[in-house]
């Protein structure tokens, strides 16, 4: 909460080793690994946050709950897509394309990531 108040990644990432610490605890909870997803998400770590969500529904957490924490991280996956497109459009450099080529690897589109990286445009 003193994150989303106060704007501190540090309240993030210790939220994140919490939710870290209680899927240690509780490995077959799927509640534990649903609020890990939660906490990777916010810190745009979408391919573990995934990973996650999968392990949570496959050990019973709320389908609901699951589909709603899915959905978000796609929406923000796709959200940064755009934007970076954008940004690339008017600045192609390094670092633009570097990020927009991460993005696409973390989407498991290597060729796509393979390409920008080589700056040869998405």
Do not use: W
């Not at 994140?16 to 690994?33: I, T």
């Amino acid at each position: 909460m003193n994150g989303r108040v106060l704007g501190r990644v540090a309240d993030y990432e210790r939220a994140e080793q919490s939710a870290a610490d209680l899927v240690s605890e509780e490995p077959e909870q799927g509640l534990a690994f649903l609020a890990r997803a939660g906490t990777r998400a916010t810190l745009h770590r979408f391919a573990p946050a995934l990973t996650d969500l999968t392990t949570a529904e496959r050990l019973g957490a709320d389908p609901t709950d699951v589909d709603a924490e899915r959905a978000a991280v796609h929406q923000a996956r796709d959200h940064a897509q755009k934007l970076l497109h954008e940004v690339a459009r008017r600045r192609s450099d390094f670092r633009t394309l570097g990020a927009l080529a991460g993005l696409y690897a973390q989407r498991t589109d290597i060729t796509c990531a393979e390409r920008l990286f080589a700056g040869r445009g998405s």
